[in-house]
């Protein structure tokens, strides 16, 4: 979460709009993340905070995660033409990911995730 960004990334831990802060365990970028936990479209004016949040260059690029597919169409246009990339992940994407959630654990590493992973018996 926001509030347990290690001090020295230097990112405020006011809500400008970043909910989660993920860093790449290869590579140590940071991305930042929005989650839109909605019934009806996302809005342009919902995620304004977040992109102007998340073209700071302490960021490599971003995500929204939303609870629904349904985006206007200004929010939409607004993920064009950025200087880093935003990854939109709406609700049919997240239900037809290759992941068991059922085994999924925020407190793991989540490596043998995946639907039908299978291990080798020796």
Do not use: H
């Not at 709009?17 to 940071?30: M, Q």
């Not at 950025?82 to 793991?108: C, H, M, T, Y």
Request: without cysteine; charged residues 30%; proline residues 2%.
């Amino acid at each position: 979460m926001l509030s347990e960004v290690p001090a020295e990334y230097n990112i405020s831990r006011q809500d400008t709009g970043v909910d989660i802060v993920a860093k790449d365990r290869n590579t140590g970028k940071l991305t930042a993340v929005q989650a839109k936990f909605y019934k009806n479209k996302v809005g342009k004016g919902t995620i304004n905070s977040f992109l102007a949040e998340a073209a700071k260059d302490y960021y490599a690029d971003g995500i929204i995660v939303s609870t629904i597919d349904k985006w206007n169409r200004n929010a939409e246009r607004s993920l064009e033409d950025l200087s880093k990339p935003i990854v939109r992940i709406g609700l049919s994407q997240l239900e037809n990911a290759d992941i068991d959630w059922n085994l999924f654990d925020f407190g793991s590493d989540n490596e043998n995730i995946q639907k039908g992973d299978q291990k080798t018996l020796p």
